[in-house]
Structures are given as C-alpha cells and as structure tokens.
C-alpha cells in the first residue's frame, strides 16, 4: 500500500469502479447477500436454537455443502471478476490513463502484478467478505472443501486479471471498439439531442443498462407474483413503479455523467428550461417504456396509467437530485433511499396523486434552479 | 457589446471573479491571464453554461438572465479541449449546432472546406485526433447568425496552417457583421492578420483592460 503506483491506482480505478457501481452493489448487498449472512425467517419458536441457527445460515451452509451452492458461489465470483475486469480494461483506453503508458511500465514486470494484484483485491472486497464468511462457516460445520478450494480460486482469479492489465499496459494493446458494424448501422438513424444518452447506452453501456432492465423488470414480476391476490389494488402497481424508479439508480448516475462530460456544448444552445425538462421526459420516457409497457398490460387502464405516472415522476426527480448534489455517490444514494422509504409510507396511505404531483413539482424546482450548476 | 454588472462567480463559496461593471464594445480581445486566474471560467459564464450571480447582457438588449434564448442564439462558445459524443460523426454534430443555432443550410459547408475537414466529417469522433477535434470545434463556433463568438484557447492544438484560416474568418466575421471577438490565449495573435486586437487582463479575480 506504500507504494505509489498501487495508491495511485487504488484512488483512480478501485475508487471509480466503487464509485459507478455502488447502485448495483448497494442492490447486491440487500438483495442477495444480507439473506447470504442471515436469513431472518418468521415463527420459528418450534425449533430449537441449534436448529433456528442452521436455518438462518441455510445459504451459507449450501454455499460450501451443496454442489449446486458451490456452483453458484464460485458462478458469482466469477462474474463478479468478469465485470470489474471489463471496467478496468475499458478505463484503461481512456485518456485521463494513458500515463499509464509511459510511467507504470517503467516498473519491473513483478512490481506492476503485484500492484495489479492489489487493486484487483480491493475491487473484490465485497467477494473476500464473502469468501471468508463462507469459509467460516464450512470450517465451523466441517465442509472442507469450500475453504480450500476458494482461497486458491480468488487468488487465480486475481493474478488472471493483474497479468491482464500489465499486459495491456506493457504491449501497449489496445481493445478494438466493440462491435463496430452494428454501431454503424445505427448511423443513419437520426439523433436529435434528447436522444444521445440513448445511443450512449447502446453504444458504450450496454451491461449496465440490461442489468438495470433485468433488476427492473424481475422486481416488477416477483412482487406481482407475490401479491398475488391485490392485482387491482394502486398502492400495489405504485410501489412496483417505485421498485423499478429505485432499480434505474446507476443508469441515472450514468446519464448525468454523460451529460456533464459530453454534452457540455449543449448548455450554449438556445432551448428554454421548459424545452430542455421536456427532452428530459421525452428521453425518460424512451428509457423507460418496458417497465411503462408491463404496467399498462397488467392492470387495468385507468390505474396503469396512474402507475406510468408515479414511475415516470419519481424517476425524474431521482435523476434531477443529481443537479445540485452534482456526482457525490453517498449522499444521493443516502437521499434516494431515504425518499424511496417515505414514498413507500405515502403509497400504503393511497396518496399517488401527491406521489405524482410531488415528483413532478419537485423535478421541475430542481432542474430549473441547479441545471446549470457545475 | 458585453456588459458585466455586478458580475461573480463562487466556485464551492470562494470568489473566483468579481466584476463590478465593464463593457466589452464590438472589437476583437485577447483575453490574458495565468492559469487558473478565471478565463475559461468567464467564457464559460459569458456562454451561458455557467450559474453566475449579476448582470450579462448583450447589445443593450439581451440579459442572459431573461432573455436565455435570444442571448444564446447569438453567443457561440468553442472550449479549449471539447468533448463530444464519441459515437457523433462530425456531420452529426454539426447538423445538431446547425438545428440549434438556426444556421442557414450549407452555411457550415464553408467553414469544412477551408478548414480542411472535408475528409473526415462524416466519420465518428472517436477516430478524431485533437487538432481535428478543435477543427470541428471552430467550425461549430462560428455557425448561425452570432453577435458575439468566445474561444477558449483557439490555437492549441491547431497546425500552423490553420491558424491564418481562423484569423480569416475572424476578421471577415468582424467586418461583416460586426461580432464581437472575446478569445483566450497564452500565445499572443499575429500581428497583420487579425483586426486591431484589445487586451483584457484576468487577475487578482477581476477583469481590466490591459495599458
């Protein structure tokens, strides 16, 4: 850690990849690993403590028992690895790290993997907590295996990537722009302004944009499947539009990012507020229409459409929080959260018109006041 | 003409610039100061892409602050080191600057000829390199009916041949149509082929016309 080039590429990459994923991660933790850690499960009195301990710990327990728990565990590692080792690959043909180039390949070729290796350790922190956990409890309930094999799995894993990124660094490889054909089909298709963040996605953001629809969508169709019996009721379809709202969380960071970056130019063109929030409801509105599609399809008309509504509202307003909080993670993930939780309250009292009316006012407040905010 | 009224601007509640009042008559300037002394700061503002707090209005008649539209119509900004979509084709963008600025048609298509950039505006940015990034970037500046055009170091990364074509359309813009000039360097602008060029100095959070 006292090295430069490893903190340096700690506060560059390791920070940015947590940095630009925390949405997901944050959906990751609730979602999937805090059932991995504990899973809480009601009226359990006639169990003994033993016995409730076993069940609380039962992912865990299959995780380094079960071959399919192994399976899968060993699956989301490599996925996991997979993706940061796509992100940092990609961020390494950026230009802001092309003094990469010419510095960091002065080092030995032992110093750089050993460097690489540590990054690619703290981008796989939230793996070794994991890893270890699992290790725990296979010890403490004498399945083996698991604890050998994933000290040794992690490892390989790691040094595969570092020896990927000083590669890359030492033969001055460059990755070839990714499907190149079918970006040029999309050529002449006509690209108005609203519309670019769009292309962007397609273009450069293609995983994060199909997981954000795949988190979407399957909560959507889980917690229909769940509350089976209230398909008519608002409140239900409302608290599936703010599921979805939440889900759209990394695409909204992306989209101010891509914004302030690369569509800096437009803030001198001639468009009124008024013009630029109705690109904005166009773009969103774009982004949004599977989600907006089920809705309608599974409810009745009149209550779909108010569903669309609280979607579209509250998704604004997530993205238009970004204006004046600018791209600091925490607090807007602390805020979304937070908002998310009292729009939950506000659903269980039937109030959809205030949901709507509320987001809708508050977007507008925001983008007109701190649109042009650096 | 720009006039500034009790012009600020705060970055994170410290005062980068303070103008009280001053007034910027049709002309070409040289926009001057050391780095980090304010002057992408002030183009930005003076684009309209920047909050500000005061006054900026454009020939008496269009304040920023009420007039957003109209002003940027006709303020054009190029920035020193553009960033653009990486998928655009220059041709895209410039229809994008042409739809925006209401240019006329083919309006642009001088601009390409004579900057050279005929070869390459149909391909994606992308494969740019700088100079022709900042090629394109000129070129956009100067599309629509503009009072008053703002570069922000226009000849870096520009080839030396390129340099007496953006004077050229400096000076034919400023005689024809009168447009103001407000351009930032740390290179001084050649003698002979510019209009007369004023100075304007950026220091110590203000602004002053240079002895």
């Given at each position: 850690m006292r090295k430069p080039l490893t903190r340096a590429l700690?506060?560059?990459?390791?920070?940015?990849?947590?940095?630009q994923h925390t949405g997901f991660l944050l959906a990751l933790l609730v979602l999937v690993f805090s059932s991995f850690f504990y899973?809480?499960?009601?009226n359990q009195t006639h169990l003994t403590p033993d016995q409730q301990r076993q069940t609380a710990l039962k992912l865990a327990l299959s995780s380094v028992s079960e071959p399919w728990g192994i399976l899968l565990l060993f699956s989301l590692f490599w996925l996991y690895t997979v993706k940061s080792r796509h992100y940092l690959a990609a961020r390494l043909q950026a230009a802001d790290l092309q003094f990469l180039r010419y510095s960091s390949n002065a080092l030995s070729r032992g110093q750089q993997l050993q460097s690489w290796s540590l990054v690619q350790l703290v981008i796989s922190a939230p793996l070794l907590i994991v890893g270890l956990y699992?290790?725990?409890v296979g010890v403490a309930y004498g399945y083996w295996l698991v604890p050998i094999l994933l000290p040794v799995y992690l490892l390989t894993l790691t040094y595969w990537c570092a020896a990927y990124y000083t590669r890359l660094l030492n033969e001055q490889l460059l990755i070839p722009p990714v499907q190149t054909d079918w970006l040029a089909r999309l050529r002449s298709w006509p690209k108005p302004l609203f519309s670019l963040f769009f292309y962007e996605l397609l273009a450069h953001q293609r995983v994060p944009f199909a997981l954000t629809k795949v988190v979407s969508l399957l909560s959507l169709g889980l917690l229909f499947y769940v509350f089976a019996d209230s398909h008519t009721d608002q409140r239900l379809l409302n608290l599936?539009?703010?599921?979805s709202a939440l889900a759209q969380v990394v695409v909204l960071y992306?989209?101010?990012a891509f914004e302030q970056s690369y569509v800096r130019f437009a803030r001198n063109f001639p468009y009124s507020a008024w013009h630029q929030f109705g690109q904005q409801v166009?773009?969103?509105?774009?982004?949004?229409?599977?989600?907006?599609?089920?809705l309608l399809a599974i409810s009745p008309f009149p209550q779909g459409l108010r569903a669309m509504g609280v979607l579209l509202s509250v998704t604004l307003f997530f993205r238009t929080l970004f204006y004046p909080l600018n791209q600091r993670m925490t607090p807007?993930?602390?805020l979304v959260?937070?908002?998310?939780?009292?729009?939950?309250l506000l659903n269980l009292f039937g109030s959809t018109n205030l949901l709507i009316g509320g987001s809708g006012v508050a977007t507008g407040v925001l983008f007109y006041r701190y649109r042009e905010q650096e | 003409m720009l006039h500034l009224q009790q012009f600020q601007k705060f970055y994170q509640r410290q005062l980068v610039l303070h103008v009280e009042e001053f007034t910027l008559p049709a002309g070409v300037y040289w926009l001057r100061g050391s780095n980090g002394s304010g002057k992408s700061t002030l183009l930005k503002a003076l684009a309209g892409m920047i909050s500000y707090e005061g006054n900026i209005v454009l020939e008496g008649r269009w304040n920023l602050r009420q007039h957003g539209v109209a002003y940027r119509s006709a303020v054009n900004f190029a920035e020193a080191e553009p960033l653009f979509p990486a998928f655009l084709t220059g041709r895209e963008l410039i229809g994008l600057f042409t739809a925006a600025k209401k240019a006329p048609p083919q309006q642009e298509a001088f601009y390409v000829e004579s900057m050279q950039l005929s070869a390459y505006v149909h391909e994606p940015i992308h494969t740019y390199s700088s100079g022709m990034l900042k090629k394109l970037a000129l070129v956009l500046a100067f599309l629509g009916q503009p009072r008053c055009i703002l570069l922000d170091e226009p000849l870096t990364t520009l080839e030396a041949e390129s340099l007496p074509i953006l004077y050229a359309w400096i000076t034919q813009h400023h005689q024809q149509h009168g447009t103001l000039f407000l351009l930032s360097s740390h290179q001084a602008f050649e003698g002979g082929l510019l209009p007369p060029v004023q100075e304007i100095l950026v220091a110590q959070q203000t602004l002053r016309y240079s002895a």
């Open positions: 700690i506060k560059i990459l390791a920070t940015g990849f947590y940095r899973t809480n499960v009601l699992a290790m725990a599936l539009s703010l599921t992306q989209a101010h166009v773009l969103y509105s774009i982004l949004l229409l599977p989600e907006l599609v089920v807007y993930l602390r959260f937070g908002l998310f939780m009292s729009f939950l | -």
